[in-house]
């Protein structure tokens, strides 16, 4: 613990404090009636300690190369991946029966739940789309349900309903995504994890 006069002002202070982190330490203080006290890197300061590993540990071998490794023994006994879950990049937007050429995206799937941000650009303005969905897969269908989301493809930002359900057909070709709004649109997204 280091204590300073209680005339220390301001500057004085402030030129201690960015002393101490151009130095990597982490400078607590405390005002009391004696002056400033500033506490550096102690013992003191950190009361969380790792954890020793057992006795009867076995020691692990260093891996050299991690790539090599077999991992099955971490996803075995997961449950299985389902169809949509990654992460997909949007490649393709058809509206009208054209093809939009200034679309961005990103759809995020976990088991249950969709993230999707779609961007449009129109002339000198950026139109968005985001959701939180929940979802399932019934008869090869995406049915969702909003849970949260916002738009401005009609102009002013909107916010969309929650509990809206919507089904869109699905249409799986590698690693790419075709879902289907109509008979002539869709958006279209990649697996890029």
Known sequence: MVRFAAGLNASKLAAVTLVAASLG????????????????DSESQDPIRAAEPP???????????????????????????GVLEGTWQLTAVQRGGLNDPGVAGVMIATRSHLVVHLQFA???????????????????????ELLAGHSNLRGEFQ???????EKRQLRFEG??????????DFIEFVRIE
Not at 25 to 40: D, I, N, S, W
Not at 63 to 69: A, H, M
Not at 122 to 144: F, H, P
Request: glycine residues 8%.
């Open 25 to 40: 330490v982490v400078l607590y203080l405390a005002v009391t009636a004696k002056g400033v006290e500033a506490a550096g």
């Open 55 to 81: 006795a009867e540990a076995a020691v692990l071998t260093p891996i050299q190369d991690p790539r090599g490794l077999d991992r099955r023994d971490v996803t075995d006994g997961a449950a299985p991946k």
């Open 122 to 144: 129109e002339g000198n303005e950026v139109r968005v789309q985001s959701s939180w969905r929940r979802y399932r897969i019934e008869d090869g269908a995406l049915v969702t």
């Open 159 to 165: 916010h969309e309903r929650p509990g809206t359900l």
């Open 175 to 184: 690693t790419r995504l075709r879902v289907l709004q109509d008979s002539s």
